[in-house]
C-alpha cells in the first residue's frame, strides 16, 4: 500500500501537536492461531516460558470477543475477518469441485435455512485463506474455536476455490478435523462451505 506523506507549514498550523508517526509499506496483521499450550517433543503438555512456541509468543490479533455472531438468518458473520458464512456447514454434503463451486455460486436466501436476502451470484466457495481463517489450533474435531455458532461441522474435508498451481487437476482443501490444508484431485467429493462479503 502506498502512503502520501503530507507537509504542512509549520507557521500555518500553529499550535502544533506533534504525534510520532510509524509508516510500514506492506505491514499487514495476522489473526492469532489460538495456540495457548506448548508441548515437548514426546508430546506432553509443558509449561510456555521460554519455549518459544507460539503457546507462549501469541502473536498475531488477538480474536474479538465473541469471535463470532449468529446473525439469526442463516448466516454467520466472523468479527475477525468479517466474512459472512453459511451456517450450516454441510448444507450440501458431500460434491466434487465443480459442483461445489455451483452450489456456493447458486445459493440464495430460502434454501440452506437462509432468510437473509442474498441471491445468486453473492455467494461463493472460500480460497483457501479464507477457508484456514476459521482455524483455531487450540482445538480439534473440528479444529475451530470452541464457541462457533455453526451446525453440522464436519470432521473431515472442505474444498477452496484455490488451484494446485503444481498440479492443476487438484485443488486446495482444509482437514476441519485438525486444520491441516493439503491438496487432492477435484473429482473428489468433499464438503461445501459457502462464504460471502457483506451485502
Known sequence: MMRRLIVFSFFTLLP?????????????????SGQTKCYDVAGAEITCTGTGQDGEKRVGVASPDPRFTDNGNGTVTDN??????????DCFGKQSL??????????????????DGSVAGNWRLPNISELQSLVDYQNSDPAIPATH??????NYYYWS????VNSIKFAWFVKMSDGSSFTYGKWNIFHVWPVRNAL
Do not use: E, M, R, Y
Open 149 to 154: 455458532p455453526f451446525s453440522t461441522v464436519q
Open 16 to 32: 502544533v501537536s506533534f504525534f510520532p508517526v510509524s509508516i510500514h509499506a506492506g505491514t499487514i496483521q495476522l489473526p492469532q
Open 80 to 89: 475477525l475477518t468479517g466474512l459472512i458464512w453459511l451456517k450450516n456447514a
Open 161 to 164: 476455490s484455490d488451484t494446485d
Open 98 to 115: 465443480q459442483n461445489a463451486l455451483s452450489s456456493a455460486n447458486n445459493l440464495a436466501s430460502g434454501q440452506c435455512d437462509l432468510s
